[in-house]
């Protein structure tokens, strides 16, 4: 029994609410199918958007993009391109210690001590775009090769 789903008309209705902008599930109350099926034929039309980083406010009100992963990916290779290794020893400066209460975005969350100790707080510096720790807490936390070796050992 051939399924008459897609006639050339909601075809055309498909493309058409596409072209305008409307989302998978607006499209499919507007033609009377499914949001899989408008999704489906969507990908069989090989019509797709551009990808755009969702906004959401942070507490100050501004605008920042979620947290996107490629992005994140491309900014930790470029940090890991532009600087020497950093020795597993060697000491970064956080001259900015915080508290729990007074860590936000603006803040690196690399944890300094271990919780529940007097001494316990986060590193406070200014983190990198995007991520949550500051650039030396960064290449100690995204090391190059870290998924590999733990897969291995």
């Not at 001259?95 to 209460?101: A, G």
């Amino acid at each position: 029994m051939p399924d008459n789903t897609w006639t050339i008309e909601r075809v055309e209705l498909l493309k058409t609410h596409f072209a305008a902008g409307l989302s998978c599930r607006e499209i499919a109350c507007e033609i009377g199918v499914s949001r899989n099926a408008v999704i489906g034929k969507l990908s069989r039309l090989n019509l797709t958007r551009e990808k755009t980083i969702k906004m959401r406010r942070d507490d100050a009100g501004k605008s920042r993009p979620k947290s996107v992963p490629r992005l994140q990916y491309r900014l930790l290779r470029k940090l890991f391109s532009e600087a020497e290794p950093v020795e597993t020893e060697q000491t970064i400066h956080s001259e900015q210690h915080c508290s729990l209460l007074e860590l936000s975005e603006e803040r690196c969350r690399w944890p300094i001590s271990n919780p529940g100790e007097k001494d316990f707080c986060f590193c406070g510096n200014r983190p990198l775009e995007g991520l949550p720790y500051c650039a030396g807490h960064s290449r100690l936390a995204y090391q190059p090769g870290s998924r590999q070796r733990a897969a291995r050992g």
